[in-house]
């Protein structure tokens, strides 16, 4: 740790991009651009029921949760051969390198694609392929992270379990996601002991939309390493203790929030008060294609809306190297990058 003097707003926006940093929740099917849903919907023959690109953006109005998820899973049919899911992450992996992100863990959701008759191999070999080159090509480190969805069976995620097994080597950990009222983690406790058992990191959504309740079982019950989201825990002082204390990371998404209508506006949004209660907050994209912009996007737009200062930026920087799965060898490397850009900026 450095000490930051405050440094004029006015240089901030330039910090932000320019800072080394990790994302740590990004849905690799959520970076899918309208351009690219469209191009791959004509390689593969994929009718759409959006007659332009420009359509398709302007269906991009979103109340909740549950409106965001039916586009986004539409928008995931075009999705057929390895190649596609190569060129998904590709587009994404470059836009992360041209955010100054090291590092990056990429969900993705087998059975979006599994249900559509789409291997499991043909999904993760065409991920995988894509994050082993950008680490030759681009510098940018990327893993990938399985997520179970929550609106679906705990034996349909046994089944997923059982068919991703072969490819463990090429996935990190997994997680829990989709529509998450009357879906709590609870409903996935047996599948996360199994992944558990089996060496997996564990993370899991919670109090995105859902009650501080589904934070402590995310905790006590699946025992996950970070929460995703978790915006909903400064209703719960005591959950606010405890996360402090234990340094849970919580992977905040603030343009997410902003378009899924959980906080009104985005001076609104909590990021402040969970750094300043001493939370191990990140920044993250979630899923950027939909939600108006990429990781410095969410970076920039938030500090401008809330205020946020040097201080805040150095400590986001540093927690998103903290809390990524990674070896002691690289955060230190990475960490040591974060504290040569900011005293290069005092
Ligand atoms: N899948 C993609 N984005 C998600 C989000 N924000 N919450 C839950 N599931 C998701
Ligand atoms: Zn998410």
């Not at 046994?158 to 991703?164: D, I, R, V, Y």
């Not at 006590?220 to 390493?225: G, M, Q």
């Not at 603030?254 to 001493?278: Q, Y």
Request: glycine letters at 6%; proline letters at 5%.
């Amino acid at each position: 740790m450095i000490a930051i003097p405050p440094i004029a707003a006015d240089r901030l926006p330039a910090l932000l991009r320019a800072m080394p940093k990790a994302e740590l929740h990004m849905h690799i099917e959520g970076s899918l651009e309208p351009e690219l849903i469209f191009a791959l919907a004509q390689r593969n023959g994929v009718a759409l029921p959006y007659a332009s690109v420009d359509a398709l953006r302007q269906a991009y109005a979103f109340t909740n949760l549950q409106s965001f998820l039916d586009i986004y899973y539409a928008g995931a049919s075009v999705l057929l051969k390895e190649q596609d899911f190569y060129d998904m992450a590709w587009a994404y992996l470059l836009r992360a390198q041209a955010d100054h992100v090291l590092h990056t863990e990429m969900f993705f959701d087998p059975q979006t694609h599994t249900a559509r008759g789409v291997s499991m191999a043909t999904v993760v070999n065409g991920l995988h392929r894509a994050c082993m080159d950008a680490r030759t090509q681009l510098g940018v480190s990327a893993s990938l992270i399985l997520c179970f969805l929550r609106h679906l069976s705990e034996e349909e995620a046994f089944e997923t379990l059982e068919q991703a097994l072969p490819h463990r080597d090429q996935f990190i950990g997994v997680g829990l996601d989709s529509s998450e009222v009357g879906h709590p983690p609870e409903k996935f406790a047996r599948v996360f002991a199994r992944c558990r058992e089996l060496g997996f990191h564990l993370v899991a959504h919670a109090g995105e939309e859902g009650p501080p309740a589904y934070v402590w079982t995310a905790l006590d019950l699946l025992k996950v390493e970070r929460i995703d989201h978790g915006v909903q825990s400064t209703r719960d002082p005591a959950l606010m203790r405890r996360l402090a204390q234990d340094r849970i990371p919580l992977t905040v998404c603030p343009l997410s929030n902003l378009k899924l209508c959980v906080f009104p506006s985005l001076s609104e949004h909590n990021l402040g008060a969970l750094l300043d209660a001493g939370l191990a907050a990140t920044v993250n994209s979630d899923d950027p294609a939909y939600f108006g912009g990429y990781l410095n996007e969410n970076f920039t737009q938030t500090f401008a809306a809330t205020g946020l200062g040097a201080q805040h930026a150095y400590q986001l920087a540093r927690n998103s190297f903290e809390a990524a799965f990674v070896d002691a060898g690289a955060r230190r490397a990475w960490l040591d990058q974060v504290d040569a850009c900011f005293a290069a900026a005092a």
